[in-house]
């Protein structure tokens, strides 16, 4: 009975926690200490737009990852326990990646809480006077620092840990698709290379079905966050330098990467699935070429020359050429065994079921990205158009 009990009340008591560092201290800081009577350096015009935005992303980030723990667990939640059904390749691939995740994330938040330290310890410091306290000014003070600081860290750190599990979670359907690309290397039958494109595709899905809703609703909140900082700080009578705008600038800095990093694994993820469809492409018709020749008995080109122009180009392309996108011919061993009519069916199958990450329907591909960034670059125009009078 008393296990029950605190099994519920764990969960309880880490709910309530983050509420307090999500929501109440930030409300607490903007309310309280907002020392709208203090000097020029000291005032905060701009936290409210700080605040909110913050908290907004890290709720939703805190949301989302609980449901995905609590509905999926973590093993399942990032595919660990799918990892004994791929090749050695992966797994090893996937490990390096999970330990890489964990240095990703501090390397973006440690500058960003670093940065905000310098400013709240030199701003409780230097307007001790000026800044409203209960009974003694220096235990008031510490206590509100450590609170802020706190909470800030709180929230970036959910926000970037929802995103870079996201970017984890695309590296290894990047790792399995860089395998998958090895079948068209060897003498595989089309059943095996239909059923595993199947099943990649099959993890995809559910990638976009668990993470569509996130995706937008971050993609919603920094827009509008963004443009309520350019609101406020171009309108008639706004002062913005380091003092007043610097924790504005950090919390845009957190947002727009954490965003960035979404819409990055996003796109590449789907590039590498889209590009499967080249390559069944240049695989099928290499084997249509070899086989004419073979038949019809064709005079043999001389190979020379081909073989410098890949050398150079292998040379110029340097690291940016995969299993997936690559510019070398197919060996003949690889298509022996495979007849015209099942080659032509697959490629026909690649063409019309690309895979890829996709929300409610739209697929985040590059063109995706275009859209996006034309969209935002009309709201900015506009916007500017209104606060600072552009035409």
Known sequence: ??????????????????????????????????CSTCDSKHKRPYDSVVQLSLSSVATLSFVCLSKFIRKYGLRRFLFLDKLCDESETVRKGYTDQLNWSLKLLSIFVLPCFVAE?????WWYASGASQIPFLGNVILSDTVACIMELCSWLYRTTIIFLVCVLFHLICHL?????QDFAQ????????????????????????????????????????????????LITTKSGAVVDVYRAGELAL????????LLIILRSATKITHKAQSVTSLA???HICATLDTFDSTEGETPRTPTANGITDDEEGDDAGDEEDE????????????????????????????????????????????????????????????????????
């Open 183 to 230: 079948v068209f290397q060897v003498d595989s039958d089309v059943e095996s290379v239909l059923s595993e494109h199947l099943r990649i595709k099959r993890h995809l899905r559910i990638i976009s079905h668990r993470y569509r809703a996130f995706v937008l609703w971050a993609l919603i909140l920094a827009t509008g966050s963004q443009f309520a900082s350019l």
């Open 251 to 258: 919390c845009s800095i957190t947002l727009v990467t954490g």
């Open 1 to 34: 009975m008393s296990e029950n009990n605190a099994n519920t009340t764990d969960p309880l008591l880490g709910r309530k926690s983050s509420k307090f560092t999500r929501i109440v201290v930030p409300a607490i800081s903007h309310f309280v200490l907002a």
């Open 117 to 121: 330290s310098a400013y709240k310890i």
């Open 324 to 391: 997936l996108d690559n510019s070398k011919l197919i060996p003949a061993y690889a298509y022996s065994t495979i007849s015209f009519q099942k080659r032509q069916a697959l490629v026909n199958y690649f063409e019309n079921n690309r895979a890829g990450i996709t929300v409610y329907g739209f697929t985040l591909d590059r063109s995706t990205l275009h859209s996006i960034f034309g969209v935002e670059l009309a709201l900015v125009l506009w916007l500017l158009g209104k606060t600072v009078g552009i035409s």
């Open 281 to 283: 492409a240049k695989w």
């Open 173 to 177: 359907q990047i790792l399995r698709l």
